[in-house]
């Protein structure tokens, strides 16, 4: 029989290895920056009376980072705060709306940022950002009466044959 004293050691292992992979450092601004599954990770071994030391040891962060996310849970704020990240294309912005103007495909827009500013920008990219800056056509349907109004597509169907006749 296991004691639940090593289930919980085990679990909490388990724990730690699961989490300890999605470390996110973000070097912007020089701070080091945890995704959300560490803060849950430091609040539920906090939460079985681990020590910062212990948790420090365990997750490999420094105790300061520890103390840190332990203070914002204290103060109720278990996200971390977010990073806005701003897109390659912000500082672009104006240039590619002007090829909006001028009709240009989302395509040639990105072949234009490739060759004429040398940004190293996928095409996706490009094409989410025009998406975004473009606005929708909007579609009104016509509401006539039945009969009063007729719509006609043209178009060349071919010739058409009823028993072996044109």
Not at 2 to 14: D, H, L, P, S
Not at 106 to 117: F, W
Request: proline share 4%.
């Amino acid at each position: 029989m296991i004691a639940f004293g090593t289930i919980v050691e085990k679990g909490i292992k388990q724990l730690v290895e699961q989490f300890f992979n999605h470390v996110l450092l973000n070097h912007n601004e020089g701070q080091l920056m945890y995704k959300i599954d560490m803060w849950y990770t430091v609040k539920t071994l906090l939460d079985r009376g681990k020590s910062l030391r212990c948790i420090s040891q365990e997750l490999g962060i420094s105790r300061k980072t520890v103390t840190k996310i332990r203070d914002e849970i204290k103060k109720g704020n278990i996200q971390p705060p977010e990073t806005k990240k701003g897109g390659i294309l912000d500082d672009c912005s104006d240039f590619i709306l002007s090829l909006c103007e001028k009709q240009l495909t989302s395509v040639l827009i990105h072949r234009k940022l490739v060759q004429e500013k040398g940004l190293k920008v996928s095409y996706p990219t490009v094409l989410r950002f025009v998406n975004s800056i473009k606005q929708s056509e909007v579609y009104v349907p016509v509401e006539v009466p039945p009969a009063e109004e007729a719509q006609v597509d043209f178009g060349y169907l071919g010739e058409f044959y009823k028993d072996g006749k044109k």
